[in-house]
């Protein structure tokens, strides 16, 4: 079972446009991570979130953390068509240490 | 190396066929995790060591699977009398952290894709 659901499933947007896609889970956790996923590669670990944090950046990420709504979004500034992958969030409930990974969304920025 | 690896990257089996897939973790991390990825869908936790010790193998989905880390290094894992419906790709990450991670980030391999025929 996968508690993080991402949404939208299909992001398709023109160069230098913003993309924002969400993220929800179902328990507590105790934190939230982003991961990267170009095609026919591994993930690479984009951010963590902590579960007391609201807010974090790191270069033109902006990951934001609800946890009264069990929700996160990340959001990619002025988008470059390397940035085209799947891109997940992954989920530890309290107390365990097995990350869950939620379906995934697909982000196509054309050049 | 520098990054975790894996191999084959590409595995093709004829179904009841036995394979194993092998993972080189980054030297010195202790946690090293095994991951089921089926297309279009997000990975799914199979199995974890912490050094050579198997601490967590619920998430293997029947007993043809198995996997060690007898080193507490390389890790292999087996799958016997393979079926269709294991065909995926097989991802291994490791970490640093002795809590298994849950702070840290994993580092992940690029995955071996098993197509069961």
């Known amino acids: 079972s996968q508690q993080g659901e991402e949404d939208p499933q299909a992001l398709s947007i023109q160069e230098g446009e913003n993309a924002t896609m969400n993220c929800s889970y179902k328990?507590?956790?105790?934190?939230l991570q982003w991961y990267r996923q170009n095609s026919g590669r591994g993930l690479v670990h984009l951010i963590l979130?902590?579960?007391?944090?609201r807010e974090k950046h790191s270069g033109r990420l902006r990951v934001t953390l609800d946890t009264s709504k069990k929700s996160s979004s990340l959001l990619i500034t002025a988008s470059r068509a390397a940035d085209t992958a799947s891109y997940f969030c992954?989920?530890?409930?309290?107390?365990?240490?097995?990350?869950?990974f939620g379906r995934g969304t697909s982000l196509i920025v054309h050049p | 190396g520098a990054g975790v690896s894996q191999s084959p990257r590409y595995k093709v089996a004829k179904r009841g066929q036995d394979v194993a897939l092998r993972c080189d973790p980054i030297?010195?991390?202790?946690?090293l995790f095994w991951y089921q990825q089926a297309l279009g869908q997000g990975p799914e936790f199979l199995t974890y060591?912490?050094?050579?010790?198997?601490?967590?193998k619920s998430g293997l989905p029947s007993d043809r699977f198995f996997a060690e880390r007898p080193e507490g290094s390389v890790s292999t894992l087996k799958i016997q009398r393979t079926q269709q419906e294991d065909s995926a790709v097989y991802l291994c990450?490791?970490?640093?952290?002795?809590?298994?991670?849950?702070?840290?980030?994993?580092?992940f391999g690029p995955g071996t894709r098993l197509t069961v025929l």
């Open positions: 060591f912490q050094n050579e010790a198997q601490l967590d």
């Open positions: 992954a989920t530890r409930a309290g107390g365990s240490y097995i990350p869950t």
């Open positions: 979130i902590r579960s007391n944090e």
């Open positions: 030297s010195g991390h202790v946690s």
């Open positions: 328990t507590s956790i105790n934190n």
């Open positions: 990450a490791s970490s640093s952290s002795l809590l298994a991670g849950v702070n840290n980030e994993q580092f």
